[in-house]
């Protein structure tokens, strides 16, 4: 007999299909800078568009710690996890911070 396995609710779940648009908007901005280099464009316009890349990027992020703080952590919680929960996230956090 098979069994499946049921794909788990993540907390980006309700979103999922909202945040694969953004990130294949990303994809495209990506491609468009490789175009850019490739094309010896102005530095700055270069810089420019990476800025911009790195703020779709940050949203993107922002949404996923959204729901992993009200989706994810408040199941830890119920679970009694809600402290190892608690410091994944902040380490999460604390990664994407880290620039440069």
């Given at each position: 007999?098979?069994?499946?396995?049921?794909?788990?609710?993540?907390?980006?779940?309700a979103?999922?299909?909202?945040?694969?648009?953004r990130?294949?908007?990303?994809?495209?901005?990506?491609r468009?800078v490789?175009?850019?280099v490739?094309?010896?464009?102005?530095?700055?316009?270069?810089?420019?568009?990476i800025?911009?890349?790195q703020?779709?990027l940050?949203?993107v992020?922002l949404?996923?710690?959204?729901?992993?703080?009200?989706?994810?952590?408040?199941?830890?919680?119920?679970?009694?996890?809600?402290?190892?929960?608690?410091?994944?996230?902040?380490?999460?956090?604390?990664r994407?911070?880290?620039?440069g």
């Amino acid at each position: 007999m098979l069994m499946t396995t049921p794909t788990p609710i993540r907390g980006y779940t309700a979103s999922k299909d909202q945040l694969l648009a953004r990130l294949r908007r990303v994809e495209g901005q990506v491609r468009g800078v490789e175009k850019m280099v490739d094309e010896d464009r102005y530095c700055i316009d270069v810089l420019t568009q990476i800025s911009a890349i790195q703020a779709a990027l940050d949203k993107v992020a922002l949404g996923l710690l959204d729901g992993h703080a009200r989706h994810c952590m408040h199941e830890g919680a119920a679970e009694g996890r809600a402290d190892e929960m608690a410091t994944e996230m902040m380490a999460a956090v604390g990664r994407l911070m880290k620039r440069g």
